[in-house]
């Protein structure tokens, strides 16, 4: 379950963003850049990062590996610092509509973090 969920929020996510989706390494603001706060976007700042995180949970319990607990970790300190790279570049475009929206969502979890 936590791997259909988790892969059904991040293709709701990327849906959500349309054309100012940009792969995670390119970090970048792309053409006529709007700021989503649609959708699921409405709830946390970054669902393909939270989709993931359940994703792999899901995946390696559904395995039967211990594996998924250093793997949670890890996927989230990486998840976490590229949010916070993303974010950086967010507020350079949007300013202060950026730092409101921040202030409005939570990170991955809704009405938790």
Known sequence: MLVVIGI?????ARRSL???WAHAAEYQIR????????????YIRHPLYAGMFLAIVGAEIVAGSYLFIPAFFLEILWGWNQAKKEEKILIGQFGD???RYM??????LPFVW
């Open 8 to 12: 059904s929020a991040t293709m709701l």
């Open 18 to 20: 349309g054309t100012n």
């Open 31 to 42: 053409k006529n850049h709007i700021l989503v706060r649609s959708g699921v976007y409405n």
């Open 97 to 99: 509509e950026y730092i």
């Open 103 to 108: 202030s409005e969502t939570k990170m991955f």
